[in-house]
């Protein structure tokens, strides 16, 4: 699809506006080099931690690094096991990501093995002149596994989004339409053409997005078409034969089966485990109600037998308390891991199913970390696999015997240039303008508790779709940190982080309060002495953005700079225009301003192109501000904020582009890097892993902490 963004017209307007940002940021140059020093800096550790293993079948699968750093993936035959420790274990590489680029010329987004262990399927895409492709579609590369070692490419699937294997040489895959909206499931023969792989399932309502997953068990697939806010599953055997039901003209006898018919607010997640299914829903009470759901309901997990997997026939298993919610769950032989949030917090439950009780682990960090759920294909497995993250820690790894509780591996990095312990990390309670208790997150060294002086802070937010904003690692974070600033993580509403109702309270018509809670989080800083309103900044990604582009209309005397990477500040137009990739299926989070009037005012009292006007502050000087964008963002297309910033200088108080060498007046730069995409440019998580792109990460951020410190110091 031929974007906006590369009309002829527009492109030279983002030249411009990039040739103005290195102009006004050349001072702080000797800066972004020291501050792209630490970044590269904060991720050396003192010792590399063995490969994680999984036992899958009869091989055990892990990664390791080559001489280069890149990701390679590898297995070896569980009779080797033994000869691992002595330097003898034949190892079989499946992918090596540096090679798959340098060879093939694509870059892996996702890999998964088949069934008999014969075939390596991975999802990529491809390069373009040394730069990766930043479309939603990726190429499916193909690959046999020969016993002596060897792998060959057998072939290529084109415009793929998502894909599971099936039975023997077959795999299901998803497509996208013209809006980048996954709408159809095709089965695939491995050696056939895909001109003729069959259709399984296609989804006509524009809202919905279609995904294809698998039990663990594997002996079911499931195709989900889920709106923003409600979910609707089919199952069918993957023992069936799509190809057999073509062949034999019986395409009217579907194996598909509907688990729940879909209904507004209502969604459900399933496995199956030993001739029941295991669902994970927020269903009321009342099953038989079609009504749309308009209350927040908890999550809480049901079974029901495989021979009548219907609503129905749920019986509860599992539910939590008023305080908590459910955020995952993995299936065992004798037990369920459930993963949960407890009043923001996160906690890891153990049910044993054969003495229907339940044990709590101990986490690392006192809880202010995040836990991510390592799946295992294992299902008669005694342990259980948790990763960590802390905003001061990298990522860590610890196995715990579901039995007795106790940890028996762990696997940590320790950066080689920070002392983790000389840093704080607490929660605080900030009460909004609505009287809503808001949840803070604060990071800081520990001596900014013995200082009386305010600091230098960063506040961070989010605030959508149901996304907790973690407390997590953030690479781009250390050098400010080691500089004394304090973090912030405003965990407002619109977020996931305390339930349904808490992502319920901040979108649609509740939107702004998403706005208030910022703006009540700034207010707690600036009360309390943390900091100033010449030190205050803030950042945010994409929607995001929005967030902190409404506060900046509604108190810019707050804030000294602002930071908003391919930010969605234009929402009133872009749900206005249906032909936009997405604005279909977003209506659930933001309103359909063309079918309500009230949605229409809604978004248009804080949308922060359409309220420019407000940020202008008379002879107080107004917050500079940093905006990033993407050039081949299919997203939040890079005109959305190239015309806000136009708008900005033509009315919102920075008319005038400024000397860089007038550090009083307020800065407006904005930066588009041409050949990126949306999550190339909003990667903002600080996952190593994904950031083997020359530096251009390294870079952009330390071009933004050099603009931040530069900002709150002049």
Known sequence: MQLPEYEPALRKYLEEENKHARQMMRGTA???????????????????????????????????????GCVVYCRRPVQNASAA????????????????????????????????????????????????????????????????GEISLLEVLEDVFNFVFGLKDTLFYTVLDSKLRAHKVLGHRIGCPQSEDVSVYAESNDECFVDITRTKDKKFHIVNSSTLDSSELQIFPSSHDFWQMRRT?????????????????????????????????????????KAPVLQSLPFRLVRSPTAHPSSQNWTELFNVADNERIDDVEIFQKYIVVSIKRQGRPAVLVYNRILDSRSELSLPYDGNCTVRPTPSPQFDASTVRLCFSSPVHLDSVVEYNMSTLAKCNSWTTTPLHMIPSEYMVRRVTVSSSSGQDVPMTLIHHESALLSQKSSPALIRVYGAYGVPLEPEFRLEDIPLLRRGWTIALAHVRGGGELGREWYSSGRGQNKVNSVNDLLACAQYLLDKGWSTANQLAITGVSAGGLVIGAALNAQPTYFRAAALHVPFVDPLSAMLSPDLPLTSVETAEWGNPLTSIDDYACIAQYAPYDNIKNIVVGNKRSPSILVTAGGQDQRVSAWQPAKWVARLRSCGGYSEPVSRLDCSAPKLIFSAAMGAGHFHSARDNGDQGEHNDDGSYINAHALRNAFLISETSS
């Open 30 to 68: 000797k800066l972004q080099r020291q501050i792209a020093k630490e970044l590269r800096q904060a991720t050396e550790v003192d010792q590399v931690p063995p490969p994680i293993e999984t036992r899958s079948g009869d091989f055990i699968y892990y990664t390791r690094q080559n001489d280069s």
């Open 85 to 148: 420790v002595s330097g003898h274990c034949k190892e079989q590489v499946l992918i090596d990501s540096d090679k798959l680029a340098k060879t093939f010329g694509y870059e892996l987004r996702n890999l998964l093995v088949s069934d008999n262990h014969k075939t390596v399927a991975c999802l990529a895409t491809k390069h373009d002149d040394g730069h990766s492709s930043h479309s939603e579609s990726s190429s499916l590369l193909i690959f046999s596994l020969s016993g002596n």
């Open 249 to 289: 003209a019986k395409s009217g006898n579907s194996p598909l089966h509907l688990i729940r018919p879909r209904q507004r607010g209502v969604e459900y997640f399933v496995d199956h485990h030993d001739g029941e299914f295991i669902v994970l829903t927020n269903s009321p009470a009342d099953d038989n109600s």
